[in-house]
């Protein structure tokens, strides 16, 4: 990206610094040789159609998946060659809570604490059910949850180590309006934290928390920009590069 | 964060939800208990017949079906809610996970072994074998090793594919013949015989040599084995 290379040189440093990636499943080739920066402090949001490789992305991000050609650095540290420090780094929230539905709560999040080394664990823990307004069910398991209150608790999940990077996969899918202004509620208050790179269709969430923009089409980059694109600007030129019309 | 902060966590939450839910155990100690009936009626060609030498058989191989079941159970709920996700992103030593996971695969079929051995010799085993318990122990704990050590390995591989259910028992039972055969000659003899620690030797360290090769092969392997 064109400004984050400016920002590279005279602003912040990249905190998610991509060349290059591809990756192959058998023959099928989802991610063409991708590259492009995160600042720190930055929001990238990515848009595309289903299939685009925009997942794929994350989750090589993520270290859930090994690339396939590139190179791939978060917060200083190449994500294939020393994964761990990645791992720490990062909080993912996605449309999948992650959450093992037969524990409660609180066991749920004890155990991820654990996993993490969070110090200051039952404090933590406490903090974050009361910020997300989950106190009073935290003895429940998450079977009876609503999804609203799953996704609250995924978030609550992928903040409880405070992580540097929050990676979203689409945090917005299958939310009911309460849980959507909930969602954003808490992305607002944490927004100065962290750096963000969130992967979605929805356009105007996409939109309002992107500082910068992108397109990915059949594996390459097809669209990049700084925030500041109105909606129906945006929406033409997604049109115009993405013909499945998934615009929302 | 400590790799062993961590197997505590995994164990311990593994052993939460099964002991909550009772998914994987009642359905293990059902299979075993209808596969003694089963064995009682198919084997009882005579009425009073001394079925005590086929008992060793009969016992192995319920275990290994039975411990089939728990090893699809227990991955497939991983798998189905996207936890395994949120394990992997966790920043753990995947060589861990493995010894958590077996672990925790060790300790159910155990319980399922508490229930299941006094039953069976009650049904098959016409003396008593109590003065050679140690030596049926060191048994059972060394083929419950390799059983889940490399059950967990192959449980893991075939998690990712589409036919997990068909693939487990294909990889896992021909790789468990040299353990059935050290286990089963070795319980049968405690159990017709009941000589001691001296007739049991070299059958235990063939069930040892099992455990120490896929072990270090899983050590080696697992990091490749739960991932892509």
Not at chain 1, 140 to 152: A, C, F, L, N, P
Not at chain 2, 96 to 114: D, E, M, R
Request: net charge negative; charged share 20%.
């Amino acid at each position: 990206m064109s400004d984050d290379k400016d920002r590279q040189d005279g602003g912040a440093p990249l905190e998610i610094e991509v060349e290059g990636l591809r990756k192959t499943f058998g023959r099928r080739e989802v991610l063409k040789g991708i590259s492009f920066g995160v600042p720190r402090g930055g929001f990238l949001s990515i848009f595309g159609p289903n299939g685009a490789g925009k997942t794929t992305t994350l989750r090589v991000i993520a270290t859930l998946l090994t690339a396939s050609g590139g190179k791939v650095q978060l917060a200083g540290h190449d994500v294939r060659e020393d994964p761990m420090p990645v791992r720490k780094a990062i909080g993912f929230i996605s449309h999948n809570a992650m959450l093992y539905p037969d524990l409660t709560a609180q066991e749920n999040l004890r155990f991820y604490a654990d996993m993490y080394g969070v110090e200051d664990r039952e404090a933590r823990i406490t903090e974050l059910l009361e910020r997300l307004e989950l106190s009073a069910r935290r003895h429940d398991v998450v079977r009876t949850y609503s999804k609203g209150m799953r996704q609250r608790l995924a978030i609550a999940r992928a903040i409880l180590h405070r992580p540097r990077v929050l990676l979203l996969d689409e945090p917005h899918s299958g939310l009911d309006p309460r849980a959507v202004d909930i969602l954003d509620g808490l992305l607002t208050e944490i927004r100065d934290e962290h750096t963000f790179l969130m992967v979605t269709h929805n356009i105007a969430k996409g939109l309002e928390w992107g500082t910068d923009l992108m397109i990915i089409e059949n594996g390459r980059i097809a669209y990049e920009h700084a925030a500041g694109v109105d909606h129906e600007t945006f929406s033409a030129v997604y049109r115009e590069h993405v013909h499945d019309g998934s615009v929302v | 964060m400590s790799g062993w902060t961590q197997f505590k966590a995994i164990l311990r939450k593994d052993l939460i939800r099964e002991l909550r839910t009772r998914d994987m155990l009642v359905s293990m100690i059902l299979f075993v208990l209808l596969a003694m009936i089963i064995f009682h009626y198919a084997f009882t060609v005579k009425e009073g017949a001394d079925l005590t030498y086929f008992t060793g058989g009969m016992l192995w191989v319920t275990f290994i079906f039975a411990m089939l079941l728990g090893l699809n159970r227990s991955f497939a709920q991983e798998k189905d809610e996207h936890c395994l996700d949120g394990l992997l992103l966790c920043p753990v030593d995947r060589v861990t996970i493995f010894f958590a996971k077996t672990v925790g695969n060790l300790v159910f079929l155990l319980i399922i072994q508490a229930v299941a051995v006094p039953v069976f010799a009650l049904f098959f085993v016409q003396r008593s074998f109590l003065g050679d318990l140690l030596p049926f122990l060191a048994v059972l704990l060394l083929a419950d090793i390799g059983i889940c050590s490399l059950g967990t390995l192959l449980a893991t591989i075939s998690m990712n594919t589409r036919s997990r259910d068909l693939l487990l028992p294909i990889l896992l039972l021909p790789l468990l013949v040299p353990l059935l055969i050290a286990a089963t000659g070795a319980t049968t003899l405690v159990f017709a015989e009941g000589i001691g620690f001296g007739s049991v030797v070299a059958r235990l360290l063939v069930l040892l040599g099992f455990d120490a090769i896929f072990l270090v092969a899983a050590w080696g392997t697992y990091d490749f084995a739960i991932g892509e």
